[in-house]
């Protein structure tokens, strides 16, 4: 039996009052990359950190290829690579003590992958040798990113990998997201506030809204399917969607409808209404009706 990737069954979380997790249920597939999404405060992080066992679940259950988190064998610890929102890194190394730390904690370690990051991403000798409190913050982070890709990890976990990186240092990382990690078959969760970013790399997106995924599907699929249909409230009222996702009524007497209708409702639609509007969305449109 092959278990999934990443597997959450029931998942709450609570900080104080708040609630950020609520009965989560997330499958995620070996081999599968998807980028999560959900608005500043969502909890993002969060999940992730559950998924992880770096924070006890107050309900549920979570499990890594299989194994409770909360017990992981050493090699599936081995197999995870992680670059957290903020560099969590050994300060008052150097970055060739640091790697050289992590490396004798991996048994694949892939040096000539290090070395390879190392010069392209722009850490010269004199960078080596500094301590990493004194690098900047693009620095560490991509110190981060080459520690956590070091390993040929079989799931990596990205939280905001890129969000203190300029668009060339983005742009040099998503080439080696695409090119090496997705190509090896690499289950990848990837979350990030800049949907282009997203758009280059995911094959998935799940939305987290309320505690929960709220959706989750394959981004081309989404964008192929996803229609904002408006009209008049009489036309609409009597309407429903096999994959309806939101559905609101304004003041002007209209309707709004979130859905992702097959080809044949679409067609019903046209043909019995043809007044209505069934416009497409990108993702960025998707992503605030989905979160709203």
């Known amino acids: 039996m092959t ?3 990443i597997h959450l069954h029931g998942v709450d979380k609570t900080f104080g009052h708040q609630k950020v997790l609520a009965g989560l249920d997330w499958r995620i597939a070996r081999g599968q990359v998807v980028g999560l999404l959900g608005r500043n405060g969502a909890g993002k992080s969060t999940l992730i950190e559950c998924a992880l066992g770096l924070r006890d679940l107050d309900a549920g259950a979570a499990t890594l290829f299989g ?5 992981l064998p050493d090699a599936v610890r081995a197999d995870i ?3 957290p929102q903020k560099p969590t890194l050994f ?3 150097t970055p060739v003590q640091m790697l050289d730390y992590f490396q004798a904690m991996y048994p694949r370690w892939n040096a000539p992958k290090v070395e390879a990051l190392l010069a392209r991403w722009g ?3 004199l960078t080596l040798h500094k301590t990493i409190a004194r690098l900047s913050v693009g620095q560490q982070q991509r110190l981060s990113i080459i520690r956590a890709l070091a390993h040929d990890p079989a799931l990596l976990v990205l939280d905001e990998p890129v969000s203190s990186l300029d668009p060339l240092g983005r742009r040099d990382f998503l080439r080696e997201l695409v090119g090496d990690v997705v190509e090896r078959d690499t289950t990848v969760v990837f979350s990030t506030h800049i949907l282009s ?6 094959m998935d997106v799940a939305f987290l809204k309320g505690g929960r995924i709220a959706l989750q599907a394959p981004l081309d699929d989404l964008l192929d399917s996803a229609r904002r249909i408006t009209g008049p409230a009489a036309s609409l009222d009597a309407l429903r969607f096999g994959d309806e996702l939101r559905r609101e009524r304004n003041a002007a007497g ?3 409808i979130l859905a992702r209708p097959s080809d044949g409702e679409l067609a019903a639609l046209r043909a019995t209404a043809p007044q209505l509007r069934a416009d497409p969305l990108n993702l960025e449109d998707l992503f605030v009706e989905v979160t709203r």
């Open 3 to 5: 278990h999934d990737a």
């Open 67 to 71: 194994e409770p988190v909360g017990a």
């Open 81 to 83: 690579g992680y670059v």
């Open 91 to 93: 300060d008052w190394l």
């Open 123 to 125: 850490f010269d000798t």
């Open 197 to 202: 970013d997203l758009e280059r790399v995911a």
């Open 254 to 256: 209209t309707v709004s």
